[in-house]
């Protein structure tokens, strides 16, 4: 897995042009690991609840502890290993996620559960600018591919973690969740591998002549920058304000319009999200080719006409309209955060520690202001509001094109 370092700029090169295939399905494979302890959380609710008899606010409160960590201390962590980069902390947040589930298969008291929670986030925030920035390093030039492959482990986390979740619940026990400290086990073993060769790609890069090196200035003026920076977090809140409407209550949705049973709302959510894998997988090599601009105006002005109609749709044209939107407006991400990559080449850690924390943020906001939109007026009235989200696409045209060409899969 080593990338050898030599000082002839023919190998170097073809080094830095090489896909690193086991590095990019490593940081992928920690990513379900971490996303998948992530997930648990929320799905243990019910077992902190009757164990330790504590409220729904306090619920709130354990969610707001994950997320504060999670989410807000992305950037930071971004923005400083940009500047003393640290091929081990991959490993070292795993360390901290490991604490917070143990501390959570014991914890007796609530404060306790909050440290736990805002320990897994810490972990969380340490784990993603730093694996984005290595998939970037180990992608020989085919970013989007690099970045789909890694987010869709992610994706599969998410979906795994509430699965696992049910075996603790059938004992209703609570120290059995000290079993999933297994996964951040088996993650600190595999960052430690790729930390190595991160160290030796760092190594490698320094020795390199100047003139072989990746260009770190931004192809934009300061403003410019800026005002991009900010059209893409408006087509971000779009999207996750989307998929937030979907994600939690596609199911409600579904039972209250169609009167139908919730194993059947549960199926026809599992082909949303596996529609949202398929779509983060496509999404990435698609702009390799064709540009991130490009991918960007499909998959997220591309979606409006189709959720404008699902509000209308029958329960057959329901769930084909939600996998075609899930497909379209998953390939989003991975080209909104490689388009912002590219603008800010030597900050590649604070855009994906943003851009990942901005995007955490805007799902558990939306949910929850979605849902109290509903209670006010009906999960129909949300569907329809929603719907003119993607609309806000129409944004993309005012995105400079970055296009460059990509290379070939070695």
């Not at 409220?55 to 989410?71: D, E, K, R």
């Not at 600190?188 to 890069?205: I, K, N, P, S």
């Not at 900050?347 to 509903?374: D, E, K, N, V």
């Amino acid at each position: 897995m080593r990338s050898p370092a030599t000082s002839d700029g023919g190998q170097s090169d073809r080094a830095n042009s090489t896909t690193v295939l086991p590095i990019i399905l490593a940081v992928s494979s920690a990513h379900l690991l971490n996303d998948t302890i992530q997930s648990l959380l929320p799905a243990l609710y019910p077992i902190l609840k009757d164990e330790l008899q504590i409220n729904f606010t306090q619920v709130g409160l354990i969610t707001l502890a994950f997320q504060l960590t999670a989410s807000l201390l992305q950037p930071f962590v971004g923005l400083y290993t940009d500047r003393h980069p640290q091929p081990f902390s991959l490993a070292a947040g795993m360390v901290f996620t490991l604490g917070g589930v143990i501390l959570l298969s014991v914890a007796h008291t609530f404060t306790v559960v909050l440290a736990a929670a805002a320990l897994i986030g810490f972990g969380s925030s340490i784990f993603h600018p730093e694996a984005s920035r290595v998939a970037r390093l180990a992608s020989g030039g085919r970013h989007g591919f690099a970045q789909s492959l890694f987010q869709v482990g992610g994706n599969a986390g998410s979906a795994l973690g509430p699965l696992l979740a049910s075996v603790v619940l059938a004992h209703r026990s609570q120290s059995r969740i000290a079993w999933f400290s297994l996964l951040p086990l088996v993650g600190f073993l595999l960052l430690t591998r790729v930390g190595a060769w991160y160290r030796d790609r760092l190594a490698h890069q320094r020795r390199q002549p100047a003139a072989h090196r990746t260009p770190s200035t931004s192809p934009l003026s300061p403003r410019r920058v800026a005002a991009t920076i900010a059209i893409l977090a408006v087509l971000i809140f779009s999207k996750y304000f989307y998929l937030a409407c979907l994600g939690s209550y596609y199911t409600f949705y579904l039972i209250e319009t169609f009167h139908v049973s919730v194993q059947s709302a549960q199926l026809l959510l599992f082909l949303f999200l596996a529609a949202v894998a398929a779509g983060t997988i496509i999404g990435g090599p698609i702009g390799d080719r064709i540009g991130r601009k490009a991918v960007i105006w499909v998959s997220i002005l591309g979606v409006a006409p189709f959720a404008l109609l699902l509000p209308f749709a029958s329960l057959f044209w329901c769930a084909v309209l939600t996998v075609i939107i899930g497909v379209i407006l998953a390939s989003a991400f991975s080209a909104i955060l490689v388009y912002a990559q590219e603008l800010l080449p030597n900050r590649i850690g604070l855009i994906s520690g943003l851009f990942f924390g901005f995007a955490f943020g805007m799902g558990g906001i939306g949910s929850a202001l979605l849902g109290q939109l509903a209670d006010h007026t009906s999960i129909t009235f949300v569907f329809r509001v929603c719907a003119f989200l993607p609309l806000l696409g129409l944004l993309t045209a005012f995105l400079p094109d970055l296009r460059r060409p990509v290379p070939t899969a070695s």
